[in-house]
């Protein structure tokens, strides 16, 4: 399945139960994707989280229920998920720019309509690839749990990567650095354990691992299983660099290819000076073909 039918059919869902508590990882699986994968591919293509798109619609449904003038405060804010009257007018006053009671009684609010996705003409832009077919990877990491349920943000991540990178961990991680490490002189982030319908996955910080004894507690050995990989060289500072390349990849590359994504996402980081204008990384992913 391709990620213009993917993500209608994540969005489908969510619109189908936008006043349920929503399950992010039952949207990931209509779109056949991990929910780390798909909010990150979905906040990268549209411009904002899915959690913010879920906030925003409902606010703007919640503000069209006020102005037709028959809904109590409370019963609107109850039903898209405020639990207290105080925090939906708190939101409900940031988004529309006025209160619940001046929507009643005719203010000018705002309106965010449903995504629609759809195929346009694109192309003609160019970015280097090679094919990597590998067979099973020893890696060692330092992982943090996921819910599969809830919202994934890319500042989380960033988080999880900055503690370890002030905490030493990643100095510990190196010394374990296969002689013939594949991902050249870089470490690694990656999604591990997906499972679908699992409510937890995995986020990993680590490298290939050289088979050395493990004495830190904290870091342990995951095996990748074999597949093979298109790998994308980039270059520019961080996020925009990967905001640019994630949009091509999803945008174009996957849509013109032989290829679709099928779950293993790797991300190859030289050091941390990911501010550098001309700093240099790679995406590693895991593709079948069509």
Known sequence: ?????????????????????????????????????FQRVFSVICGFTLGDYVRKRRLSLAGSELAAGNAK??????????DTPESFSRAFTKFHGVTPSQAKRGATIKSFSRLSVKL?????????????????????????IFPQDGEITGQE????????????????????????????DSVIGAALDYVP????????????????AVTEPDL?????PAATYVVFPCKGAMP??????????FEEFF????????GIELEAYPSAQTQDPDYYWELWLAVEKK
């Open 1 to 37: 399945m391709d990620w213009i039918t993917g993500i209608s059919r994540a969005l489908d869902y969510v619109e189908d139960h936008i006043t349920e508590p929503l399950d992010y990882g039952e949207a990931a699986k209509r779109a056949y994707a991990s929910g780390f994968h």
């Open 73 to 82: 405060v409370i019963e609107v804010a109850l039903k898209y998920g405020y």
């Open 120 to 144: 346009t003409i694109s192309g003609g832009k160019k970015m280097d690839y090679r094919i990597e077919k590998r067979d099973e990877i020893p890696v060692i990491v330092k992982k943090k």
């Open 157 to 184: 991540i960033s988080a999880f990567w900055g503690q370890c990178t002030k905490d030493g961990t990643i100095e510990r991680i190196v010394k374990y650095i296969h002689k013939e490490n594949i991902f050249k």
């Open 197 to 212: 319908g699992e409510k937890e996955f995995s986020y990993g910080i680590g490298c290939h691992y050289n088979g050395e």
């Open 220 to 224: 342990e050995v995951e095996t990748l």
């Open 240 to 249: 925009e660099a990967f905001q640019k390349v994630y949009k091509y990849i």
């Open 255 to 262: 849509p013109n290819s032989e290829y679709q994504p099928c």
